[in-house]
């Protein structure tokens, strides 16, 4: 028997900004800094057995084909101490798309609960000290760019435990945002 793939969803940030995040990431200390690129996640983390991922190839390919590209800010940092040791930019405009679009996908052959709400947000620092996490959060509070999404990835962990995208989902639908 096969182990399980473990697999994700998100949008990537385009460049040069999702380098720069990465970029500034690494400065703060994050250990995962180059092993995973800068993102808003939709699906996290998840293991599947190769007929679930096929499946889930095919319901993502649905998804893409019944939604429509939408605008996306970044703009400001938050965090989600205490409960989190996180320092994200936060997505100040299409959360509403970008809930829609996770909803969609975890409603096919995936269908998990999250350990938390869900909260698009792009990580910049996570799993470092307190004072990296002051430093995350200070120097990246003016950070603003705005990009329109058109596809979403569809990545898998690596041996490595390096994140490499594997699937491209072009958003083409005309109904609905997101």
């Given amino acids: 028997m096969t182990e399980p793939t473990t697999i994700g969803v998100s949008i990537p940030i385009p460049s040069p900004h999702g380098e720069f995040l990465q970029e500034r990431r690494a400065a703060f200390g994050d250990p995962a800094a180059w092993r995973i690129p800068a993102h808003i996640t939709l699906l996290p983390p998840t293991p599947v057995d190769e007929g679930v991922y096929e499946e889930f190839i095919a319901h993502c390919k649905q998804v893409a084909t019944e939604r ?20 994200y930019i936060q997505v100040a405009q299409g ?3 970008c809930e829609r679009l996770e909803t969609a996908l975890r409603c096919g052959p995936i269908s998990r609960n999250l350990d938390f709400y869900y909260h698009p947000h792009v ?24 990009f ?19 699937h491209d989902f072009i ?5 609905q945002g997101g």
């Fill in 171 to 175: 958003l083409q639908g005309a109904g």
């Fill in 148 to 166: 329109t999404v058109d596809a979403f990835h569809l990545y898998v962990l690596g041996s490595d435990q390096v994140w490499r995208p594997k």
């Fill in 68 to 87: 429509q590209p939408f605008e996306v800010v970044l703009r400001g940092t938050g965090t989600f101490r205490p409960i989190s040791d996180v320092v």
């Fill in 123 to 146: 990580t910049v620092a996570h799993n470092v000290g307190p004072d990296q996490l002051d430093q995350a959060f200070e120097e990246l509070a003016g950070f603003q760019v705005a």
């Fill in 95 to 97: 959360v509403s798309a």
